[in-house]
């Protein structure tokens, strides 16, 4: 079966950091993608990773650990338009995405 | 550059009505994608769809749902005799090929569908 793991909901202040974390159990792996969605908007794309390690893209940061089926999700400088909920996403076939519940992350003033 | 287009963006029907949802893909887009969102809830794999042939439909409950991607126009996501539990959000995504060559699905602005 394929299973991906999330916190239902995170809150930070901003101009903080925030770390949104990710476990996976699935029968094939073709990388990870985290994805924004904004509340009754389309998810956008914000990263992928296929390597062990961590893929900087501006205040963004995404780890992957293979072997720990783990991600994580890392948002510096918290913006109030931050806040969104935060999806953790596998395609195990490379085709279709197994999607995680989302984290609602909640920036505060 | 147009992005993925659904529509419509909300659509309201009474319960036993059939629900038909529209999505154009990205240009140069062949792969389509339908997820679905209830409140509160993760997106769910429905179909997978390339043009005129459908190569998954393992999340597609088994009755009432059909998807098509025709050779000419856009795909479209069909629900005969919808049911309450039916009102949810229907997310289109497409991408360029398989998400092995990393390349992202791009999603639509979604179909609210609410049945009374």
């Known amino acids: 079966g394929q299973n991906i793991d999330q916190p239902t909901e995170m809150t930070a202040t901003e101009g903080a950091i925030v770390q949104i974390n990710c476990t996976y159990q699935?029968?094939?792996?073709?990388?990870l993608f985290w994805y924004q969605q904004h509340a009754g908007e389309a998810p956008t794309f914000l990263s992928y990773?296929?390597?062990?390690g961590l893929e900087e893209k501006g205040r963004f940061s995404s780890f992957l650990s293979r072997s720990k089926g783990y991600s994580y999700l890392l948002l510096k400088e918290l913006q109030m338009k931050d806040s969104a909920s935060y999806l953790c996403a596998v395609p195990p076939g490379g085709q279709n995405f197994v999607f995680g519940p989302g984290t609602r992350l909640s920036v505060l003033p | 550059n147009a992005g993925v287009m659904q529509n419509p963006r909300h659509l309201v029907r009474r319960r036993g009505q059939e629900a038909r949802l529209r999505c154009s893909p990205m240009k140069g887009h062949s792969h389509v994608y339908w997820y679905r969102q209830l409140p509160e809830e993760g997106l769910k794999f429905m179909v997978y769809?390339?043009?005129?042939?459908?190569?998954?439909e393992s999340g597609m409950p088994k009755e009432r749902f059909s998807a098509e991607f025709p050779k000419e126009g856009p795909s479209i996501l069909r629900i005969q005799q919808v049911v309450r539990g039916d009102s949810a959000a229907y997310f289109c995504?497409?991408?360029?090929?398989?998400?092995?060559?990393?390349?992202?699905?791009?999603f639509g602005d979604g179909t609210r569908l609410s049945i009374l």
């Open positions: 699935t029968s094939g792996f073709n990388g």
């Open positions: 769809l390339q043009k005129e042939n459908i190569i998954d």
């Open positions: 995504a497409s991408s360029p090929g398989t998400l092995k060559s990393n390349q992202p699905q791009h």
């Open positions: 990773n296929v390597l062990d």
